[in-house]
């Protein structure tokens, strides 16, 4: 029988944070049995941290629950956590708003809370102004978005605030999001050449840059972030939805084979993201890049057994899979939209296979 | 004669300073590229002389400031070509790169970098062609002086920069940090490169790294690349491979750590451009699964950016480390074949980046798939030697059920594999397709409905109870007959019920709002896992035991010892303990120690 610490070292040798998931479980478990809450809150923290970036935002929140419980009902003990269960706190403050299954009214609850215990601590709102821009842009409110982004802009960064590197990121992602594809190559190459880097980025950035660059026919620069970006971003279950973007780069340059090989690659682990707003992506990303191909061409791939409609002949036809994906990605979408009475995940949706079919149909079908 | 205003040299005096470098200290690595690039260029003329790269600290008198020359005895610059570099650089103040691409462009980017440091630039030059000596003079502010100097007769060829600090630059001039950043930048190029300050003297680059002639294919150099390793990097290295790549024009080594280390780790490899130092932590040239190694290496044709500080993404930095990928490889694979004790060795080093690749790579995979040590439960073994028993490759790849399987697997003579580390499942699959050998992927539930059934027809009754025995704690029983005997009963939990017991946990202590959530993610999991939310604990009919409570009547000690085999079934199985089943323990314990006595000492009973 394995030691807690055993445990615990164990899951420090796995390789990625996901690795170390089974082996926290385990010692978190181990540690209730023993009735050792320090070990139980150390081992929770890890578990929240991993759980959260192997792509297991359930598990993270439970263990989180449980962490701000104790804490609060154990604030002698564990007052010089305060710091680090805020920013956990922030990890999933960003994922509940990711999971359909929250209602709205709960999700302010959150963000109230959250600015409680942060003005407690004695830190500053730099980050909830953040947040409130990621919803309104989720929503597609482009007003209340633009709001939360002057907002946040105007307001310092205190010990809260992501890193330098992410909030350059998230600037860009703002202008892009807008259509302003200058202003996003010009923050997305600055971030790039001067080698700022933290766990999202430059991975996220390059996929960033995609759309502005090809917006602004600098597509020898747009290959380049593609193949840099591809490189950093594949088969890491994280960044499903910028392996979305990477796919729908190569859809729209009309490079369907090599779309098709990281399709194929990645549809396993995509297939199992727990995120749903990554998993939306990927499937609406899906439905595009099928329904590009000539419907009735039938094309050979290896895929998955976990597949839905796997075939052992490993023959496809583009039709059919181009409807599969669009009602997956439509049932996504309409959760989302009940959740925030508003169209937007339908809307862009549609947007995006109903350029793709324009564009087969143009190709002389 | 004295030329001003010609060219604003604000705006790339502005870029270079602010914009472009990580770090100030750059400007001794571009003065020293000035020079050798001007030397070179002598060289290729056709002149014979002694090449010289001289660094002259000059210490303040009182209340001043330190000075520094920097003299080369390179082809110099006429008047004319000191026109020509201003020019270029007015011409290029906004691409960096473009301006770089000339001689007398980068001799100028070079040069003007220096007012990272300096409030005042010198230059007095003297042309290999002739005509007389040109002295420079440029302030910070972009404006400059030129003047033509009485010439000389003999006048030697070469280059002297002079430099002086500020008041907030002054540590840039310090004797032992010169020498040091002379050292790092300079550590191989072809010149020597001396330093002095009228006190101390030093020859920066007297002694060559071995490491360069071992890439060359000098098999007596890896002893001095081990030494050196030891001595410069404070590094133990485990082995040295020889890198070389057309592609890129590569040559170096990789030192193989001897510690593990980890993907996410910080790679950092020394990576000299021509000769001269491009970074210490060059992150873009080697394939991101060589984090085992750490690389010094000299590239001759890639590309750098504007900033000399890393390579830009193009065809030929891809092909390069295509190039370095296969190296490596080979490497390995070489190890596989020749050298099974220090691919042992390796493995057991790291195993993470191997095995990585190993998915990657199928080639790679069938030299090492059989050299890969899996735990299992008959103890530690290689897939070699697991392979050697007949059956089905059987894992687990849930740490949990690998320990409640173990218990019996063995009994059997089955040897599961328990495949939770990382890669070990994508391994084992990987095999099975590629070798066509059959893969069993087990989990706990049906391995123990595999167990061999025990006809429950008179055992209706028994049931009954001992599922009541168990009615608070969610777990049926069933009758079964397995190997060893002497285990009383398995129980078997699915990763699904442990979920709920983590939500349970956290109910516990959670606040209002935070009940919410978990009651909505109860009850996403009830509706999921309805078939399996029972815990099973399957008595076993082979130990004695169980046989004697077939034929127990009393029920109250019937009750505790069913509850009492669940309890040790959890410790056996090294279930977690949870509050209920603490309780259990102590309620039960306690019976039978009261039990216990009562029929040893009937008249003592409390």
């Known amino acids: 029988m394995q030691t807690f610490e055993e445990l615990m070292a164990l899951a420090e040798q796995q390789d990625p944070p996901e690795g170390a998931i089974p082996f926290l479980e385990q010692a978190v478990r181990l540690a209730d049995t023993q009735q050792n809450r320090s070990a139980a809150f150390r081992a929770r923290k890890e578990l929240v941290q991993a759980a959260s970036f192997g792509g297991f935002p359930d598990k993270a929140l439970i263990h989180f629950a449980w962490l701000l419980g104790t804490f609060d009902r154990h604030r002698a003990e564990f007052q010089g956590q305060s710091y680090m269960m805020l920013w956990m706190y922030k990890w999933i403050l960003s994922s509940a708003a990711e999971n359909p299954a929250f209602p709205l009214p709960r999700l302010k609850k959150l963000e109230a809370d959250f600015e409680r215990r942060t003005r407690e601590y004695g830190s500053g709102a730099h980050y909830l102004a953040y947040h409130r821009l990621m919803l309104a842009k989720q929503i597609g409110d482009q007003e209340q978005a633009q709001a939360a982004f002057l907002a946040w802009r105007s307001l310092p960064r205190d010990g809260l605030s992501d890193c330098e590197a992410c909030e350059q990121n998230k600037v860009m992602g703002y202008y892009a999001w807008r259509g302003n594809h200058q202003a996003a190559a010009q923050l997305g190459q600055d971030i790039i050449s001067r080698g700022m880097s933290c766990h999202n980025v430059p991975t996220v950035t390059h996929a960033n840059l995609l759309r502005p660059l090809t917006a602004l026919g600098r597509h020898e620069e747009a290959r380049h972030a593609h193949t840099e970006g591809l490189r950093l971003a594949r088969l890491d279950r994280h960044f499903i939805d910028t392996i979305a973007d990477h796919l729908r780069y190569l859809t729209a340059q009309g490079q369907h084979r090599q779309a098709l090989g990281v399709w194929s690659e990645h549809l396993g682990l995509a297939l199992g993201v727990r995120n749903l707003v990554d998993r939306f992506e990927f499937l609406a990303a899906s439905a595009a890049l099928w329904a590009g191909l000539p419907e009735t061409e039938a094309v050979t791939l290896t895929l998955p057994r976990t597949f839905a409609l796997f075939r052992t002949d490993q023959t496809y036809l583009p039709g059919r899979l181009a409807d599969y994906f669009r009602q997956e990605a439509a049932a996504l979408a309409r959760r989302f939209d009940e959740r925030n009475g508003t169209g937007q995940f339908m809307w862009r949706l549609r947007q995006e296979t109903e350029v793709e079919l324009a564009g087969r149909q143009r190709a002389g079908e | ?606």
């Open chain 2, 1 to 606: 004669m004295e030329h001003a205003f010609k060219v604003d040299l604000r705006g790339i005096i502005d870029l270079l300073s602010n914009h472009l470098y990580s770090d100030p200290s750059v400007f001794v690595r571009e003065l020293l590229q000035n020079g050798v690039d001007a030397i070179t260029a002598r060289h290729n003329r056709g002149d014979t002389f002694e090449p010289e790269i001289t660094v002259r600290l000059v210490l303040p008198e009182q209340d001043g400031l330190p000075m520094l020359e920097f003299q080369d005895n390179g082809i110099g610059l006429s008047e004319a070509e000191v026109h020509e570099f201003l020019a270029t650089i007015g011409r290029s103040s906004k691409r960096i790169s473009e301006a770089r691409d000339t001689f007398l462009g980068q001799f100028g980017i070079g040069l003007l970098s220096c007012f990272m440091v300096s409030g005042e630039i010198e230059l007095v030059t003297q042309s290999a062609d002739g005509g007389p000596p040109v002295r420079w003079l440029a302030q910070a502010d972009g404006t400059y002086t030129l003047e033509v100097l009485p010439q000389a007769d003999a006048a030697q060829p070469g280059t002297t920069v002079r430099l002086r600090a500020r008041e907030d630059t002054d540590f840039y001039f310090d004797y032992d940090e010169l020498s040091s950043a002379l050292a790092n930048y300079g550590a191989i190029l072809p010149y020597p490169v001396q330093i002095s300050d009228g006190q101390q003297f030093q020859h920066v680059n007297a002694v060559t790294p071995p490491w360069l002639a071992y890439a060359d294919g000098d098999p007596a150099a890896k002893e001095a690349v081990l030494t050196y390793a030891r001595e410069k990097l404070r590094l133990e290295a485990v082995d040295v491979i020889a890198l070389r790549s057309e592609e890129g024009g590569i040559r170096g080594v990789a030192l193989v750590l001897p510690y593990s280390t980890q993907a996410s780790s910080h790679q950092w490899h020394q990576v000299y451009l021509k000769r001269m130092l491009l970074g210490s932590d060059v992150r873009n040239l080697l394939p991101d699964w060589a984090f085992f190694v750490r690389c010094l290496l000299n590239v001759d044709s890639l590309h750098p950016t504007a900033s000399r500080e890393s390579f830009y993404e193009d065809d030929a930095l891809t092909a390069a480390r295509t190039s370095l990928d296969t190296q490596l490889r080979l490497y390995i694979e070489h190890l596989a074949l020749h050298d099974a004790p220090r691919l042992d060795a390796l493995i057991a080093l790291h195993h993470l980046p191997i095995k990585a690749l190993a998915i990657d790579n199928d080639e790679f995979f069938r030299l090492l798939a059989p050299a890969f040590e899996f735990e299992t439960s008959t103890g530690r073994l290689k897939l070699g030697r697991y392979l050697d028993q007949s059956g089905p490759i059987r894992m687990v790849t849930n740490l949990d059920q690998f320990r409640q399987i173990a218990q019996v697997a063995s009994a059997y003579g089955h040897s599961v594999i328990n495949a939770v580390y990382t890669y070990d499942a994508p391994l084992l699959r990987k095999y099975s397709s590629l070798m066509g050998r059959e893969l069993e992927e087990v989990d706990a539930q049906s391995y123990a409905l595999s167990l061999e059934d025990v006809l429950t027809g008179g055992l209706d009754d028994f049931l009954a109870r001992a599922d009541a025995a168990l009615a608070t704690l969610d777990c049926q029983v069933s009758v079964k007959r397995f190997e060893p005997a002497d285990l009383p009963a398995l129980l078997i939990v699915t990763e699904e019920l442990r979920q709920l017991g983590d939500i349970e946990a956290a109910r516990e202590v959670a606040d209002e709002l935070f009940s919410e959530f978990l009651d909505d993610y109860e009850a996403e999991y009830e509706a999921e896992y309805e078939r399996v939310r029972l815990a099973r604990l399957h008595l076993n009919l082979n130990n004695p035991l169980v046989q004697d409570l077939l034929h127990l009547h009393d029920s109250a000690v019937f009750t505790r010892l069913i509850q009492m085999l669940y309890v040790q079934a959890h410790l056996l199985g090294h279930h977690p303990l949870r509050g209920q089943e603490l309780k259990l323990l102590g309620e039960g314990l306690g019976d039978m120690m009261r039990w216990g006595i009562r029929a040893t000492h009937p008249s003592t009973l409390n």
